[in-house]
């Protein structure tokens, strides 16, 4: 399947977008699909990956979180498997297993996260996140109970509730555009990576 929507040259895109995409580039070695996908409407490029940032890398806004970079992406991973993301299922999952470093977790989570091999702390959390995810409308006191004896505060929660709810909108996007994971992210976190000369 090719992506519904073809991505905008990169030169045709305003400055900053290009500026941030090529940073994007640089770090990761290629240009994730995501980016330049989004980049044809820039206004809402730029408030999805302000919101993103906000959420994934919170110390970008001056927020502290006690989820590690690694537990948001199992979020991640999680909820887009229940939303039947390909895309944010294989590429967030190649986060995940670089910053877990662990080469299955992304797969465990993806399909069964209550047997993957993880805390009991992050088991709640990803039950928690796939309440949300799957019928939020259900949330109640006890949800919130059950977390705090793991000890996630209320700004925790609502970092998982967040990032699930972001992530849906992400997936519902990147489904109906036939948005195609990048072929590197197949492979990233399972095999050394190469070392540069």
Known sequence: MTARYPAPN???????????????????????????????????????FAYHDALMEPESVGRSSSLTKGEREMIVTTTSAANQCLYCVV?????????????????QVAVNHRKADITPRQRAMLDFAMKVCQRS????????????AHGFDDEDI?????????????NRMASFAGMQPNP?????????REKKA
């Open 184 to 192: 590197e992210f197949y492979l990233m976190g399972r095999v050394p």
């Open 158 to 170: 609502w970092d998982i509730a967040a990032i699930t709810a972001f992530f849906g909108l992400s």
């Open 10 to 48: 990169l030169d045709s895109l305003p400055p900053d977008l290009q500026e941030r995409i090529l940073q994007i580039q640089e770090k990761a070695g290629f240009i994730p699909n995501v980016f330049l996908g989004f980049a044809r409407r820039p206004a809402e490029w730029r408030a999805f």
């Open 137 to 148: 409308h259900e949330v109640e006191d006890a949800d919130f109970d059950a977390l705090h």
């Open 91 to 107: 590429a967030h999952g190649a986060i995940l297993r670089i910053y877990e470093k662990k080469p299955f977790v992304a797969d």
